[in-house]
Every structure is written in C-alpha cells, then in structure tokens.
C-alpha cells in the first residue's frame, strides 16, 4: 500500500455508482470518517460509498467484497464491514432505511438485501475499514460487485410489424 489522497468517494455525495457486469476497485487507504451509522452495523472510521438503483421490477440484491488485501502492520484493523440502506433524500439525511445485513469479513464476504427492493429506487452502499482492537482503522484494498434480480435489466425486445 502506497500514500495516496483520498479516495474519490469518500463522501457519500461522491458515491461511485455500481453497475451489474462489472468489478470495482475499491479502498479505504486514507479514507476518512464521514456520515453516521444508520442502523448501529459499526462504528464509521475509515468509509467509502457506492450507490446503485433498483430496475424498473426491483426485487432481490447481493454485492459481494473479494479480493481483500490489508494492510499488514499489527496496529491496524484487519476487518472489512459494509451494509446498504436508503435516504428520504441525499445520502447523508436521514432518516436512514436499512436494506441489507450488516456484513463484515477479512476474507470475501458479501452482504444482501433484507426485504426485496423497491423498483427504481437509490441506495447507498457504506464500506468501512473497522478498527476491530487495533489502534487505526483498517486499509484495504478490494474488490467490488453486484448482482441481482432488481438490478439486471432484462434484453431488449423489439417487434416489428410489416404492412403489405
């Protein structure tokens, strides 16, 4: 892990939208704390933000967190937590609706939806380098994904009528 800035969305106004399809690269190096924790998962220290929105059908969400490398000195944390909920309005107003469990891994690990998602619908994804016993919160780099029925968008179809 090298000294960089701060990561592009450590805020959540500058949430990084996901797409289903593709693999992000995420990190919470010099991540700040920003925003609350709406649904007492964990204690913010070092988070990042995503979003993404729901298809026209809605339905069901995984996002999955792979790919975690920490950085290795003993006095930081070696935990990676995340959880997703929507906003009456911009990310950071509450009140807060929580969406999905409280996840959390040093390994891959992934987090769902709790209730099926509402249809064309913004949510807010909170990833947080935890502190879990040491004395800084943990920076690591990985992997991000979603998947899911209510954010895949089905193939067009196209009918075609011929007159005479």
């Known amino acids: 892990m090298s000294l960089s800035a701060q990561p592009d ?28 924790d709406p649904i007492d998962c ?13 298809n026209a059908l809605g339905g069901s969400v995984t996002i999955d967190f792979t ?18 909920f929507e906003t009456a309005g911009d990310c950071d107003a509450a009140p807060y609706t ?4 409280c996840g959390s891994g040093g390994v891959a690990f992934n987090i769902n939806e709790l209730i099926l998602l509402a249809p064309n ?32 968008f089905p193939d067009p179809t196209v009918t075609i009528n011929a007159l005479d």
């Open 9 to 36: 969305n450590d805020l959540c106004a500058n949430a990084i939208p996901l797409c289903v399809g593709e693999v992000y690269d995420g990190t919470t190096l010099n991540a700040t704390t920003s925003g609350s």
């Open 42 to 54: 964990f204690t913010p220290t070092a988070s990042v933000w995503y979003s993404f929105t729901t």
């Open 67 to 84: 790919d975690l490398v920490f950085n290795p000195d003993p006095t930081f944390g070696q935990t990676l937590e995340a959880f997703f």
């Open 98 to 101: 929580p969406f999905s469990d």
């Open 121 to 152: 619908t913004t949510y807010f994804v909170m990833v947080n380098g935890a502190i879990d016993g040491a004395l800084n919160p943990a920076e690591c780099d990985f992997k991000i994904s979603i998947s899911g029925s209510a954010v895949t």
